[in-house]
């Protein structure tokens, strides 16, 4: 692998979109992230990213807006998820039927497909210049309705998430709360695999989330530090694969993992030292 940055300033002014958009999904992700951490919900993550990847194929295939058909898929399977698996035991078993389905179609409409192999592989593992500036509108709706959603239901939603049953005792709509974060979050999805692919949607949906639970217990620090840590790894992850023939994915999710690394070696030496002081 060679950095080739003679032409970085060309090459930066024709992704601008991929970069903008990479920017907002880092934040998006980052805060739905902490919710997806609280309510144990990584895998549902990567059981949506699988609909989303084959609703995105058959978009391909079928020659129509492939965002459209990522989010059609991701939404499809939040549905289900959310209105079958109230439980964590019938969730994880919905996932682990919907993750293979889902892939199976998917691969089976990019065999049909007849165009381009990097189109193909784009789905996948995400591409620097899948984001033009018609599909950046889209993207931006998609993530301007999900935090103004996020904003309307955060109390509740964080209230059930840390305390379900006594959430329920108090008359939170915890079903109704549940089949909408899993709308949110399907739609997030969505807009990750444009970006980083179906396979490693995860290092921007749960990743940052993990680090920032690992360094900070407050209500307020978290979300913030998930936000900059999807952030950091989104635009940074495009800006060191720019110069390069490669996909992003691999610098976002070692970005990604670096910072988890990290926070972890922080955590690690703040319960060291707390033991040694008691």
């Not at 084959?54 to 079928?62: E, F, R």
């Not at 217990?217 to 913030?224: A, M, Q, T």
Request: some cysteine; proline content about 4%; hydrophobic content about 60%.
């Amino acid at each position: 692998m060679t950095f080739d940055f003679s032409d970085y300033g060309a090459l930066l002014q024709l992704v601008q979109a991929s970069v903008l958009a990479g920017a907002v999904l880092g934040i998006v992700g980052g805060l739905i992230g902490v919710f997806v951490m609280q309510r144990d919900m990584a895998f549902a993550v990567h059981g949506i990213s699988e609909l989303s990847f084959a609703g995105a194929a058959a978009a391909l295939l079928l020659g129509v807006n492939v965002v459209a058909g990522s989010v059609v898929g991701s939404l499809i399977a939040a549905a289900i998820i959310g209105m079958l698996g109230s439980r964590a035991r019938d969730r994880n078993s919905i996932i682990g039927v919907l993750m293979p389905f889902g892939l199976g179609l998917g691969i089976l409409f990019l065999a049909l497909y007849p165009g381009r192999s990097g189109n193909k592989f784009g789905l996948l593992t995400g591409q620097i210049i899948s984001v033009d500036f018609d599909q950046l509108g889209l993207l931006l709706g998609l993530s301007v309705a999900v935090l103004a959603v996020l904003v309307v239901i955060w109390r509740p939603l964080t209230f059930d998430s840390l305390d379900p049953e006594v959430a329920a005792a108090r008359g939170v709509p915890s079903r109704t709360l549940s089949l909408v974060f899993m709308l949110l979050l399907g739609l997030t999805v969505a807009v990750s695999v444009q970006v980083i692919g179906a396979l490693l949607v995860l290092a921007l949906l749960v990743t940052p989330a993990a680090s920032a639970l690992r360094v900070s217990s407050s209500p307020v620090l978290v979300p913030v530090l998930s936000m900059a840590f999807g952030l950091v790894s989104a635009v940074g992850g495009i800006l060191l694969a720019l110069p390069t023939s490669l996909p992003i994915s691999p610098f976002i999710t070692s970005i990604s993992f670096a910072i988890y690394l990290a926070c972890r070696l922080v955590g690690w030496r703040r319960s060291a030292r707390r033991r040694v002081e008691s």
